[in-house]
T-cell receptor
């Protein structure tokens, strides 16, 4: 099993719709979870972090965490064409103490105007 | 703050040549990470430093790769000799603290092409 898994997409949604991006991880002891956005040819940019079960909202973005199911998701409400990018899920594994973030390969989102 | 600064932005070199990538982390950040990104493998951690000390270099693919951090404001990643399969985007990232609770800030990356 891969450590951090994401559907590669592309995920296509119409402008104004809700985009739902999903991520699963293998290490049950993981404590910190992050979503990065990466535009084509650019570097990853941190957009959300979540550490506790439940939802965390920031503007149009909502991160959801379910540690029992080892599942993290990102919802983007009122999707805009400018949201079209690759979204990377990153997890802090705790196999042996603190370890650097492990990234999924990302889900490519396309918002159609 | 100018963010994490990487140079060069693009590097094209011939197989067998030495390549040196440079990184200046954000002032005050004490952890520095080198990642490599390819379409096939995504973002892979190569090595990371905490307080200028290499902590884990298990991601470095071969002895051809080496990294140094002589002080808190500068790090290099060297490939010698370079091979076509080293072609990728190399990112440097920094953070405050090793616990990664705050996420990382990435530099703009160096796109390396080995021909």
């Amino acid at each position: 099993q891969k450590e951090v898994e994401q559907n590669s997409g592309p995920l296509s949604v119409p402008e104004g719709a809700i985009a739902s991006l999903n991520c699963t991880y293998s290490d049950r002891g993981s404590q910190s979870f992050f979503w990065y956005r990466q535009y084509s040819g650019k570097s990853p940019e941190l957009i959300m972090s979540i550490y506790s079960n439940g939802d965390k909202e920031d503007g149009r973005f909502t991160a959801q965490l379910n540690k029992a199911s080892q599942y993290v998701s990102l919802l983007i409400r009122d999707s805009q064409p400018s949201d079209s990018a690759t979204y990377l899920c990153a997890v802090n594994m705790r196999r042996s103490g603190n370890t650097p973030l492990v990234f999924g390969k990302g889900t490519r989102l396309s918002v159609i105007a | 703050d100018a963010g994490v600064i990487q140079s060069p932005r693009h590097e094209v070199t011939e197989m067998g040549q030495e390549v040196t990538l440079r990184c200046k982390p954000i002032s005050g950040h004490n952890s520095l990470f080198w990642y490599r990104q390819t379409m096939m493998r995504g973002l892979e951690l190569l090595i990371y430093f905490n307080n200028n000390v290499p902590i884990d270099d298990s991601g470095m693919p071969e002895d051809r790769f080496s990294a140094k951090m002589p002080n808190a404001s500068f790090s290099t990643l060297k490939i010698q000799p370079s091979e076509p399969r080293d072609s990728a985007v190399y990112f440097c990232a920094s953070s405050f603290g090793q616990l990664t609770n705050y996420g990382y800030t990435f530099g703009s990356g160096t796109r390396l092409t080995v021909v």
